[in-house]
T-cell receptor, first 114, second 109 residues
Framework: NAGVTQTPKFQVLKTGQSMTLQCAQD?????MYWYRQDPGMGLRLIYY???????DKGEVPNGYNVSRLNKREFSLRLESAAPSQTSVYFC?????????????FGPGTRLTVT | GQQLNQSPQSMFIQEGEDVSMNCTSS?????WLWYKQDPGEGPVLLIA?????ELTSNGRLTAQFGITRKDSFLNISASIPSDVGIYFC?????????FGTGTRLKVLA
């Protein structure tokens, strides 16, 4: 039981390049999330997927797209990377979205855009 | 937007000391969660609180859901070096989950 896994762990991109961050969970959770973490800013929600087949914008969605490929997998795509997207990206999952469901996080992807 | 204010932002303590930190908001919430993030890792859930006034322990950690439902407290007793890390409070809000900016804890042996 691996929990939430993310690939890659580290990535360096040049401005304008694109890439997809992958996330998978094996806990049969319905909801999945993408956050970014910047120094002193805590965790900010980029996109979330309440259930398979649905996605919604979070607090900071600009410059990102997501795909909920199936119940297990939720990917985050940067179409044209910018230096402002240098951050640590975390994927998380929970049993549900509303109410009192604890989130479980992956180990993170450290992205640098030059 | 909704915000969670954590204090202190950082603290250095001696091994063996007790630690207290808190999280406050101007809004009322039904859930308070406390996470710990080790350097280079993702946050890990420590304690979940679901009822105003609730006091819950997990080993040396004790957390309380404030009676006003606008705050929560986390205490760590007899700190040890592996307690180092960032502690986040979180709750559910407009974007489903809101995180505080964290309390960075450093333990001096």
């Amino acid at each position: 039981n691996a929990g939430v896994t993310q690939t890659p762990k580290f990535q360096v991109l040049k401005t304008g390049q694109s890439m997809t961050l992958q996330c998978a969970q094996d806990m049969n959770h319905n909801s999945m999330y993408w956050y970014r973490q910047d120094p002193g800013m805590g965790l900010r929600l980029i996109y979330y997927s309440a259930s398979e087949g649905t996605t919604d914008k979070g607090e900071v969605p600009n410059g990102y797209n997501v795909s909920r490929l199936n119940k297990r997998e939720f990917s985050l795509r940067l179409e044209s990377a910018a230096p402002s997207q240098t951050s640590v990206y975390f994927c998380a999952s929970s049993e549900g979205t509303y109410g009192s469901y604890e989130q479980y996080f992956g180990p993170g992807t450290r992205l640098t855009v030059t | 937007g909704q915000q969670l204010n954590q204090s202190p932002q950082s603290m250095f303590i001696q091994e063996g000391e007790d630690v207290s930190m808190n999280c406050t908001s101007s809004s009322i919430f039904n859930t308070w969660l406390w996470y710990k993030q080790d350097p280079g890792e993702g946050p890990v859930l420590l304690i979940a609180l679901y009822k105003a006034g609730e006091l819950t322990s997990n080993g040396r950690l004790t957390a309380q859901f404030g009676i006003t439902r606008k705050d929560s407290f986390l205490n760590i007793s007899a700190s040890i070096p592996s307690d180092v890390g960032i502690y986040f409070c979180a709750t559910s809000g407009t974007y489903k989950y809101i995180f505080g900016t964290g309390t960075r804890l450093k333990v001096l042996a």
